[in-house]
Each structure stands twice: as structure tokens, then as C-alpha cells.
């Protein structure tokens, strides 16, 4: 790759990443580890896809080296067009700078900074920001701005999460069971503030989880089992995250 992989965005409905036969394998000592198995999975401008399994089905390994924050062991895996398999250092951390945002079961917010200096932390360094402030009202905080962590919800501080997440505008938004550690209220409320920016702002969203019910408001679901992908639908009609019960 000669360049940051930034340009040309595509338009809605194209292949952001393209994985073919994706690998991995971790070594503890002697023991080998296989947790994905030859993946195949091409995902697309705008969608927002499920990637749905049990613990152990290689969820989180897949979407960690979408992401950039691991390598596969082999196969291939694209980004509009630019090779990440192989990448080196500097530009994997272009790619996850530029290009990606991160959600994470546990929001790693940083106690002593307020919601909206939490956010900022991401702008200062971004290369299109928006203002922490509009972050911040797009998941329906603009009242909370300027408390701490400690003084929010931990649905509160999730959608802190997501704000910073999203306040460089990421092409792509990854989340990780990100209502894990909530209960279903808040959980919703947090869906909500995810389908609101895949809706406004058209970023390939990809949401891993164990909770099936979570797979109606996607427009595909994949289904992973011991690091393969078993099964894959669309949804006829996307359900509404305020109407999911669980």
C-alpha cells in the first residue's frame, strides 16, 4: 500500500471489505489454537451487519482483524480495494485512525475527563472531526456534556463510547457485545444510538454478539461456529431496535 487507505470513498451499496480464506491461529506454548478456519465475507458501504455466535466462535477474532487490531495468520482481506493483509505497522495504524471506529463491551472512558473531553481526545487527532458537541447529541447526551463518567449511567457512558467512536467519522463502526454489560432498557436505548448513525451517516456497522434477538434490526446476519461462518440471511425489513425484546 503507497497510501493511506482514506481515498476513494465508495458509494453506498459497494464492497468495503472483501476476506477471502482468513486464517487464525494462536501458540500457547505447544498447543495450537485455531479460531478462524478460512473465512469468506464481503461487506458493504452502509449495511449494517450481525455477526452472531457463542463464546469461542471466533466473533471477536474476526472483527479484531477487520479492524486492524490483529493480523490473520493467512488468507486475504481488502479495504476498498487496499491490501491489509501483509500491511505494516504504520499503515494498520493510519487505517484504524482514519478509517474505523471501535465499540467496546466496556466503555474505557477516562474517569477524570469529562463525556465531552472524552470525545475530544478522538477530534484532536482525527482528520475531519466533527465538534465533540454534535458527537455527543447524535446519541441524545446533549445534556450531559460536561459530567463525568462517574456521573453517568452505564448506558450513559456507553453512548460516551459510541460518540467518540464516531466523532471522526469512520467509514466503518465495530462493535463489540456492546450492551453486554447492560441490561435490556439501556441495552436498547444504546441499539438505538448505533442504528441512528448507521441510518444518518451511512457507516458500515458491524455489531458481534451471542443475543439472536439482536439480529432483526440487521440487514444481514452471519453465523459463526468454531471459526466458520455456517449460515448467512437477510433481512427481508429491518426491525426497529425499540421494538426488540429480550
Known amino acids: 500500500m503507497?497510501?493511506?487507505?482514506?481515498?476513494?470513498?465508495?458509494?453506498?451499496?459497494?464492497?468495503?471489505?472483501?476476506?477471502?480464506g482468513l486464517r487464525k491461529v494462536y501458540h500457547t506454548g505447544e498447543v495450537e489454537v485455531v479460531?478462524?478456519?478460512?473465512?469468506?465475507?464481503?461487506?458493504?458501504?452502509?449495511?449494517?451487519?450481525?455477526?452472531?455466535?457463542?463464546?469461542?466462535?471466533?466473533?471477536?477474532?474476526?472483527?479484531?482483524?477487520?479492524?486492524g487490531l490483529d493480523v490473520a495468520t493467512s488468507g486475504d482481506l481488502s479495504y476498498k480495494g487496499w491490501a491489509l493483509d501483509g500491511?505494516?505497522?504504520?499503515?494498520?495504524?493510519?487505517?484504524?485512525?482514519?478509517?474505523?471506529?471501535?465499540?467496546?463491551?466496556?466503555y474505557n472512558l477516562i474517569p477524570s475527563l469529562t463525556a465531552r473531553e472524552n470525545v475530544a481526545l478522538i477530534t484532536g487527532i482525527a482528520r475531519d472531526p466533527?465538534?465533540?458537541?454534535?458527537?455527543l447529541a447524535m446519541v441524545g447526551l446533549q445534556a450531559r456534556m460536561d459530567h463525568f463518567p462517574s456521573q453517568l449511567s452505564g448506558g450513559e457512558q456507553q453512548r460516551v463510547a459510541i460518540a467518540?467512536?464516531?466523532?471522526?467519522?469512520?467509514?466503518?463502526?465495530?462493535?463489540?457485545?456492546p450492551t453486554g454489560a447492560l441490561d435490556v432498557t439501556t441495552g436498547?436505548?444504546?441499539?438505538?444510538?448505533?442504528?441512528?448513525?448507521?441510518?444518518?451517516?451511512?457507516t458500515l456497522t458491524v455489531?458481534?454478539?451471542?443475543?439472536?434477538?439482536?439480529?432483526?434490526?440487521?440487514?444481514?446476519?452471519?453465523?459463526?461456529?468454531?471459526?466458520?461462518?455456517?449460515?448467512?440471511?437477510?433481512?427481508?425489513q429491518r426491525s426497529a431496535a425499540s421494538g426488540l425484546e429480550w
Not at 458501504?45 to 455466535?53: C, D, M, R, S
Not at 500491511?87 to 466496556?106: D, I, K, P, Y
Not at 436498547?188 to 451511512?202: D, K, Q
Open 164 to 177: 467518540r467512536a464516531i466523532a471522526k467519522r469512520p467509514e466503518v463502526l465495530l462493535c463489540d457485545e
Open 2 to 20: 503507497t497510501a493511506e487507505p482514506s481515498e476513494p470513498q465508495p458509494p453506498p451499496g459497494t464492497c468495503v471489505f472483501v476476506a477471502r
Open 130 to 135: 466533527m465538534a465533540p458537541e454534535e458527537a
Open 188 to 202: 436498547i436505548v444504546v441499539l438505538e444510538a448505533i442504528e441512528r448513525i448507521n441510518r444518518e451517516l451511512g
Open 207 to 236: 455489531i458481534i454478539t451471542h443475543n439472536a434477538v439482536m439480529a432483526e434490526m440487521a440487514d444481514r446476519v452471519l453465523h459463526l461456529s468454531d471459526g466458520k461462518i455456517v449460515k448467512a440471511r437477510r433481512n427481508s
Open 35 to 67: 479460531a478462524l478456519h478460512g473465512v469468506d465475507v464481503e461487506l458493504n458501504a452502509g449495511e449494517l451487519v450481525v455477526l452472531l455466535g457463542p463464546s469461542g466462535s471466533g466473533k471477536s477474532t474476526l472483527l479484531n482483524i477487520l479492524g
Open 87 to 106: 500491511a505494516e505497522e504504520n499503515t494498520l495504524t493510519l487505517f484504524r485512525r482514519n478509517c474505523v471506529g471501535f465499540v467496546f463491551q466496556f
